[in-house]
């Protein structure tokens, strides 16, 4: 649905050249929710702002929908861009129109018949449950209500795409829960592909079927949100995921970890819903002389599947510990070694 | 004060002598201005029609008006002026000089006014797709309504002032009132009655405008 082949943007600042993207390459399918997490400056927006071409990429090619989208003249990309829906962190509402009306001037703009525009705007109001704020005006509402009017204009010219600029970060937890739970559901109903830019996890978590994590300008890592968790290479992405499985061993641990012998190690096992743990971990006892000890333990579902993060301390014989570990691995989703000489990571 | 009842209609006279002068005035000056004011937003940098050459022309041909005090201005363009109404005395010939000093200020006032429309929602819509001419009138222009009205209230009564000095040029109003009976003839009486007309017509100006600013602002 959107390929982004090797984008380079780079903007001039006064006479410095500020690189905002390095070559980043993205494949988006139809259908997906794809998250793109980074902190402050990473080029989240810039990216996605490629997408329907609000920033023209320095270089690189950007296929949307099996369209060249930067060979597209003026009127080609503005229809183009029809089929792209955009909300915002800021809602970027009309202030000087109601609800409706919001929802409605794009689809005037485009000459739709005013019983078709009537129908359609009620349709979607209805949809991002608004159907009673018709008349009023977006000062009068609350921010997830205001990003709910974002979501149905969005949603009026029927794109195929929808693109989410931190469409929850000016929002409260339990607001941003409900608009991801909205988010979802026109995802589901209207097989709409989604990319949304976020700096939190916990969205990630929730909606997204993939993700892309990006730093200074490049995606470091992307993958299923799944096989993210469960295995993270980078530490940036390491960092994220702790904000969701906080699983930091405290340094006392560690020490006295150091001292139960050379070939103790800290294992991060990361095991799915569908693995039973309770016979491996039993197993693990009974077939090898080692001891093991839980030191961190926390289950989690990402977008409904159940994903468990175990720390577990592992001490015995060097090669009882081996083979314990590739018992392990044979059993459950992941296992990383966390630390080999007690170190803290 | 008998003799001020007698002044009545001349104190008429004058006040319809002002209205037409800056009525005419603002009239064309904003039908001028607003497309320049237009102008010199979407000309920038990263807007929509970017054109450097048109900005930087625009932007040091209003300064250079702008610059020029009112009475200096309405001498220094007196040919044009005799070219454009053939004369340059009486209230024709103070309307072009007052449009010439006006236009460029409405547009400058505009210029601040469509500037303060929120560059993310002209950027939404032209990721939805709308055409530049649909964000201009139907965004941009309908999201500034408030600041428009503001901007034109600033305009008038800076006309009333400028228009005070045409009386210089004989084009009669209040200020050449003031000027004629308080400067040259010493009658303080006018001169005061004068001061509070004007004093009490840019009250009302002001007000008018405030108001339907406040109507328009939906928002904040
Ligand atoms: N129009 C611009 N002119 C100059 N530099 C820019 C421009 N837009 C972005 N940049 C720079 O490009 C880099 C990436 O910016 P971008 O807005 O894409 O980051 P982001 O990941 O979205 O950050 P945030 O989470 O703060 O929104 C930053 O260093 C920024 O300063
Ligand atoms: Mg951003």
Same mark, same amino acid.
């Given at each position: 649905m959107i390929q982004l082949t090797d984008i380079h943007k780079s903007y001039t600042v006064g006479n410095k050249q500020v690189q905002a993207l390095k070559g980043v390459t993205l494949n988006v399918e139809k259908g997906q929710i794809f998250g793109v997490i980074g902190f402050s400056g990473a080029g989240k927006s810039t990216l996605l702002r490629t997408i329907n071409l609000l920033e023209k990429p320095t270089s690189g090619s950007v296929v949307v929908n099996g369209q060249?989208?930067?060979? $597209?003249k003026e009127k080609d990309l503005r229809n183009a861009r029809k089929k792209i829906g955009i909300i915002f962190q800021h809602f970027? $509402?009309?202030?000087?129109?109601?609800v409706f009306d919001n929802v409605a001037e794009i689809l005037r703009m485009n000459r739709v018949p005013k019983d078709v525009i009537k129908k359609k705007v009620e349709d979607l109001l209805r949809l991002v449950g608004l159907e009673d704020k018709?008349?009023?005006?977006?000062?009068?509402?609350?921010g997830g209500q205001k990003q709910r009017v974002g979501i149905a204009r969005a949603l009026a010219t029927d794109p195929e795409i929808l693109l989410c600029d931190?469409?929850?970060?000016?929002?409260?937890p339990q607001t941003t829960e409900s608009i991801l739970e909205l988010l979802l559901d026109i995802n589901r109903k209207f097989n709409l592909t989604i990319v949304l830019i976020t700096h939190e996890m916990q969205v990630i978590k929730k909606i997204c079927d993939n993700v892309a994590i990006m730093e200074n300008g490049v995606v470091i890592e992307q993958g299923s949100v799944l096989d993210i968790f469960s295995n993270p290479q980078q530490q940036t992405t390491k960092n994220f995921i702790k904000t969701i499985f906080d699983d930091n061993v405290p340094s006392e641990i560690v020490d006295n970890i150091k001292q139960s012998g050379p070939a103790a190690k800290i294992l991060r096992v990361a095991f799915r819903g569908?693995?039973?743990l309770d016979p491996v971990l039993g197993t693990l006892s009974a077939r090898f002389p080692v001891s093991t000890n839980l030191l961190y333990g926390s289950i989690t579902s990402i977008k409904g599947t159940a994903l468990g993060i175990l720390l577990l301390h592992i001490s015995g014989e060097e090669k009882d510990v081996e083979a314990g570990i590739q018992f392990l691995r044979d059993s459950v989703y992941n296992v990383d070694i966390v630390s080999r000489e007690g170190g803290s990571n | 004060m008998e003799r001020l009842a007698e002044m009545i209609p001349v104190f008429g006279q004058s006040l319809q002598e002002t209205i037409i002068m800056v009525g005419f005035s603002l009239v064309i000056a904003t039908l001028v201005g607003i497309p320049l004011g237009i102008l010199l937003v979407i000309t920038q940098?990263?807007?929509?029609f970017p054109n450097k050459w048109i900005y930087h022309t625009l932007n040091t041909i209003i300064n250079v008006v702008r610059s020029l005090p009112f009475i200096i201005l309405m001498v220094a363009i007196i040919p044009f002026t005799e070219l454009i109404?053939?004369?340059?005395?009486?209230i024709e010939g103070a309307i072009v000089p007052l449009i010439v000093y006006t236009a460029p200020y409405i547009s400058r006032l505009m210029e601040t006014a469509l500037h303060d429309v929120d560059r993310g929602v002209i950027e939404a819509y032209q990721a939805m797709g709308a055409s530049r001419t649909q964000i201009i009138f139907r965004i941009m222009l309908r999201e500034a309504r408030p600041g428009i009205v503001l901007c034109l209230t600033i305009a008038t009564i800076g006309l009333i002032g400028a228009t005070a000095m045409a009386g210089?040029? #004989?084009?009669? #109003?209040l200020g050449d009132l003031a000027l004629r009976y #308080?400067?040259?003839?010493?009658?303080i009486e006018v001169m005061v009655i004068t001061v509070v007309i004007l004093v009490v017509l840019v009250q009302l100006i002001q007000s008018l405008g405030n108001w339907a600013a406040r109507k328009l602002k939906k928002s904040s």
């Open positions: 060249n989208m930067l060979s $597209l970027n $509402l009309l202030s000087s129109y109601n018709a008349n009023s005006y977006p000062s009068q509402l609350s931190e469409a929850t970060s000016a929002l409260d569908d693995a039973a | 940098g990263n807007h929509l109404v053939g004369t340059s005395i009486g210089a040029v #004989g084009a009669g #109003g #308080g400067y040259q003839s010493w009658d």
